[in-house]
């Protein structure tokens, strides 16, 4: 909300430097977010040029027809010639004027000059040349003042607005009053009461209003006003909304804008003539029932939508938006004034079903103090009365229950407890008094403008604790027991992670969501196309993100992400963090890097043949936590490897602690064995069978050449390994190496109809 | 006698003199080789004195001779070696080197500054229940996260989890406090993406419940934290703010690490960059989960990852982070 810190003096004293009272609120209230410096520069007596005038003489310059020629008196003993663009005026108006020298907010600096030849000696001020307001169609025209008065003492021509972002929990902070209340606490200030002393005499007529839904609407008071003037809003108020950031329209739209703002009670003014048997009922909708709404939308209404309506119609969204057929306009003449209270989570479902938010539906969404509607009823009255001419004819006050003040046990000591820093109760009270509270024994009484979150004793603790935020100590818990250390599969993880960079590998973190449709966890209403599927593999996000960087000309690319999959699964998906990557190199490069990963777990992995659609048909293996392969050529040009691991399953079979075995005692005995083997035998199930067959003492066992050829024949390969014997508790004599090699190649024979080769 | 001492010196000097290899190899075989006047000499050796003078002469010049190869392979191997001159300014072989990404130090950092204040570090679903993301966590029922709006919603039950709070439920069901730990993961938000917002993004949430916390023990807790990820000359600061879940509510406020707290762009002039949300736990979540609020007290906060990095990194655009550019991932 945007608060002139001129609108903010009507109720309390601002004296204390902007920016202490912005940091200050930032702490204890809401957030100040900016402190906006509005009209003109304070600086170098130019406040000073800027004087009350009133028009002595105005006629049409000689030279041009646009152009008004006029003298004004402004204290001086002569009259100032000056040349003005506007006719909105004539002789006997007040006008603000500006002086040569002057120095306008749009940074331009007045002088005496010549227009068409006649000398202008100032300036006679339209709202947007002192930033005012935005009109320029004619210049401003004030009440009747002593020419020469300070402009300053009449308009606010310098002011600042501060930026205020309350939290949903304060709708009493969606008004300028209760800014002042807090600043008033803060500062330990008085605060002014917002309802003027000017009587009202309260009309014995009363209007036809009838409440259908007493939950949906509490209360309803409906002032009926004739012999209304629509106009113009008198310069103060314009500017005052102008710099609330709201659009003056005419005085009795801008009186219903002008009480919101002041105190946080959305009203509304209807055409009186135009309601349907001149009667007011709040009820809910009918099925099938529309609405014109004043932005012209026409709008289908439910049941659950509380209406304001006539004899015959829906004529208002409570609380939302009016209608267009019962609107203020120019002509006019008998008003019918709304201060009503609308229940808040009602107001939340109608405005969020229509997508229409507004000042009002802002508001009462948050919880507005039921007893409200009183004074700014009345204060509203005070204005209609003042500004518009008007006479107030008839009245209605229809209310159900209101809700009682809420009386919350509480103790100072709890507050202190909380807050970790001691606060006299007898201090704790007075804040609390301050903010509208009552104390009675062991309870405090909540005022009703905090009704909706003040109701228990931590929330009266943090009124307490928002006023001594400041003083609050940096403390540690005292611990009793810690357990300051990673679970096994976080250590592993970052294991993971070391592994892949360590390899060359680049981490990238990419949108968990896709435009994916193989699974059925789909956002029925996305953001965009590219965001709507959780998805069930990192694999097609690798290969996109392998793509950009060879578009963007990267070289020796290497990507991996940790991330979540998500399988659909019954209520809720199955979430597997998973690792995957993508690199330049073939299925041998790429299986060698998934082999690193599983030894720098302490792991064992197996591949069989697998089929993934991003991968090679032929080229592609499985291993029990994942898939591993040669990059579909369709996918990408060149060899490319790429794999998909479930880190759940990996860190199933990673090693537990090391236990050392001793390898330098006993030296190994070193060997080669070269077997022929049918084509179609599997490399991988040659050494698996010959470490079933020689046992613990084959310390190591690799595959360094498979050659095919004439030696060998058509349909077979030649495989070469090279093995190391090795016993922990004893020498291995030549007996004990030919008797393993022995047993290695029988195996094979037996298994794989092997040939020994050497 | 006086001849072989001559003898012995005259070859010594030979010997130390010789220019190379193949002059020493000279005087090796002129005053040591087979026809040499010393081998000569003692092959006609008949008396003990004069067999050890004369092998004693053999020693020694032995010793002169293979001390000056031993010189001159030297002097060579320095000779051959001045002439293998590199450019040092040439670059070395590639070898790959990769990275972590900037929000996987992040959440390192996050995660070694709550080890080292003994605490926990755990992670949970993303698709998330209403009751889990909304209704245990005490957000009342206008509160403008429960729109369609602002929250992903796959059906009436069903969410893409908003923050990582849901966390402290799960914690607090699975565990009997003292609880202190921290919830790091994947959130999803409605928002557009923009330089500093993205529908998707990360988050670190602390939560700590046992006997006697206070607001005092929050503000030291995250003054740690943001040391810890900042620098040691951080401050903090607490504003008041409102979330559903935690009463009082405060936002952490961290000292500008541009101007240092005097204002400058960076923090819109206060001297001051917003952290997050944090509070002491509600006792309605209290309730939620049946610990008993008379008994137990707690606090807890929440701050973003992408935010972290982007104040630790200096980076202007989160989208930088999303879309897997070897040329910003090389920097980290």
């Known amino acids: 909300m945007r608060v002139p810190v001129s609108w903010l003096r009507d109720y309390v004293a601002i004296d204390m430097p902007l920016d202490d009272l912005a940091t200050r609120l930032s702490v204890s209230t809401a957030e100040v977010e900016g402190v906006e410096a509005r009209g003109v520069a304070d600086d170098d007596g130019n406040l000073a040029l800027f004087k009350i005038g009133k028009v002595v003489e105005a006629e049409k310059h000689p030279n041009a027809d646009r152009l008004q020629i006029t003298k004004v008196d402004i204290g001086e003993a002569e009259p100032r010639s000056i040349v003005c663009g506007a006719w909105n005026f004539g002789v006997g108006a007040t006008v603000g004027v500006a002086l040569p020298g002057a120095r306008l907010p749009n940074g331009l600096e007045l002088d005496r000059r010549e227009v068409r030849g006649q000398v202008s000696d100032g300036m006679i001020l339209a709202e947007d040349e002192v930033g005012l307001g935005a009109d320029h169609a004619g210049i401003m025209l004030l009440p009747e003042t002593e020419p020469g008065t300070p402009l300053s003492d009449v308009l606010p021509l310098v002011d600042h607005v501060l930026l205020v972002e309350a939290t949903g929990n304060r709708p009493d902070l969606q008004s300028v009053y209760g800014l002042a209340r807090e600043i008033a606490t803060i500062y330990d200030l008085p605060l002014g009461d917002p309802i003027g002393d000017s009587p009202q005499t309260r009309p014995e007529k009363t209007v036809a209003v009838r409440i259908d839904d007493f939950e949906g609407c509490p209360r309803y008071i409906g002032n009926l006003f004739e012999n209304v003037a629509i106009g113009l809003s008198p310069q103060w108020l314009r500017t005052r909304l102008f710099l609330a950031g709201q659009r003056p329209i005419s005085n009795v739209v801008d009186i219903t804008n002008y009480v919101m703002f002041a105190l946080g009670n959305p009203l509304h003014a209807f055409d009186f003539t135009t309601l349907h048997g001149g009667e007011i009922i709040v009820r809910r909708a009918s099925p099938g029932e529309k609405l014109t709404t004043l932005d012209g939308v026409t709008r289908d209404l439910v049941e659950d939508d509380l209406l304001i309506a006539d004899a015959d119609r829906a004529v208002a969204l409570a609380g939302i938006m009016g209608g267009e057929a019962t609107e203020i306009g120019e002509a006019t003449t008998t008003v019918l004034l709304e201060a009503a209270n609308f229940e808040p989570f009602g107001i939340y479902r109608t405005s969020e079903r229509l997508r229409l938010r507004t000042e009002g539906s802002n508001r009462w969404e948050k919880g507005v103090d039921p007893y409200l509607a009183g004074p700014a009823a009345e204060v509203a009255t005070d204005l209609m009365l003042e500004l518009t001419g008007a006479t107030w004819t008839a009245a209605a006050d229809v209310k159900g229950e209101l809700p009682a003040r809420h009386v919350i046990t509480f103790r100072p000591e709890r507050a202190d407890a909380v807050i970790g820093i001691d606060t006299p109760p007898g201090d704790q009270y007075a804040l609390l008094d301050r903010l509208g509270y009552d104390h009675d024994g062991d309870s405090v009484v909540a005022p009703t403008w905090r009704g909706r979150d003040t109701t228990r004793e931590i929330d009266v603790v943090e009124e307490i604790a928002r006023f001594r935020l400041e003083d609050v100590p940096f403390t540690l818990p005292a611990r009793r027991e810690m357990n300051g250390l990673l679970t096994r599969d976080q250590q592993l993880r970052r294991r993971v992670e070391d592994v892949l960079a360590g390899l060359g590998f680049a981490e990238i973190y990419t949108p968990s969501l896709r435009p994916d449709d193989d699974t059925t966890w789909k956002l029925p209403e996305p953001i965009s196309v590219e965001l709507t599927a959780l998805r069930t593999s990192l694999l097609p996000s690798l290969v996109e993100a392998a793509r950009r960087n060879i578009d963007a000309g990267a070289h020796e690319i290497a990507l991996f992400e940790i991330a979540r999959v998500y399988l659909p699964a019954g209520d809720v998906p199955d979430e597997r963090v998973t690792v995957a990557g993508i690199t330049l190199g073939g299925f041998l490069h790429v299986k060698g890097v998934v082999e690193a990963l599983y030894a720098a777990l302490k792991a064992e992995p197996g591949f069989t043949r697998a089929q993934n659609a991003l991968l090679h048909p032929g080229k592609t293996a499985a291993t029990g936590a994942g898939v591993l392969g040669e990059v579909h050529p369709r996918e990408l040009e060149g060899e490319w490897g790429a794999f998909e691991l479930d880190l759940g399953r990996l860190f199933d079979v990673a090693g537990g602690p090391v236990v050392y075995r001793d390898v330098i005692t006993f030296p190994a005995v070193r060997q080669d064995i070269a077997v022929a083997v049918a084509e179609d035998v599997p490399v991988g199930d040659l050494v698996a069978a010959a470490r079933v067959a020689a046992g613990d003492e084959l310390r190591e066992i690799r595959v360094f050449d498979v050659y095919r050829g004439d030696q060998v024949g058509h349909g077979r390969k030649s495989v070469a390994f090279s093995v190391a014997y090795q016993s922990a508790d004893r020498t291995l004599t030549d007996e004990d190496a030919s008797r393993l090699r022995n047993a290695i190649v029988n195996a094979l024979a037996e298994r794989f109809g092997a040939e020994l080769r050497s | ?332």
């Open chain 2, 1 to 332: 006698m006086a001849d072989w001492l001559e003898y012995e010196a005259e070859a010594v000097r030979a010997a130390v003199s010789a220019p190379g290899i193949p002059e020493l190899e000279e005087v090796r075989v002129a005053y040591l080789g087979r026809k040499s006047p010393l081998a000569l000499a003692l092959r006609e050796v008949r008396d003990r004195d004069t067999g050890i003078l004369l092998n004693g002469i053999r020693t020694k010049l032995e010793g002169a001779v293979d001390a000056r190869e031993r010189e001159l392979e030297g002097e060579e191997l320095d000779r051959r070696l001045r002439e293998e001159v590199v450019d040092v300014t040439l670059p070395g072989e590639e070898l790959p080197l990769g990275n972590l990404h900037p929000i996987t130090q992040v959440r390192r950092a996050v995660e070694d500054a709550f080890l080292g204040l003994g605490w926990e570090v755990r992670d949970d679903r993303e698709v998330e229940t209403v009751e889990y993301n909304f209704d245990k966590l005490a957000f009342g029922p206008t509160h403008s996260a429960r729109s369609p709006r602002d929250t992903f919603f796959f059906d009436a039950d069903h969410v893409l989890r908003t923050e990582t709070s849901p966390s402290q439920i799960h914690e607090m069901e699975e565990k009997k406090p003292p609880i202190y730990m921290v919830s790091i993961g994947r959130v999803y938000r409605r928002d557009a993406i923009t330089a500093t917002r993205y529908p998707i993004f990360h988050q670190f949430e602390g939560l700590a419940v046992d006997r006697g916390l206070t607001l005092a023990d929050l503000k030291g807790t995250l003054l740690h934290v943001m040391r810890a990820l900042y620098g040691p000359e951080r401050r903090v600061r607490f504003r008041t703010h409102f979330f559903p879940f935690t009463e009082p509510s405060i936002e952490p406020d961290v000292s500008c690490g541009i101007c240092g707290g005097s204002g400058c762009r960076t923090c819109k002039f206060s001297g001051w960059i917003e952290m997050g949300g944090a509070g002491m736990v509600d006792p309605r979540v209290f309730e939620n989960v049946g610990l008993d609020p008379e008994e137990w007290s707690g606090f807890a906060f929440g701050c973003g990852l992408e935010r972290t990095a982007q104040l630790r990194y200096f980076i202007p655009d989160i989208r930088a982070l999303w879309e897997g550019d070897l040329r910003v991932l090389r920097q980290f």
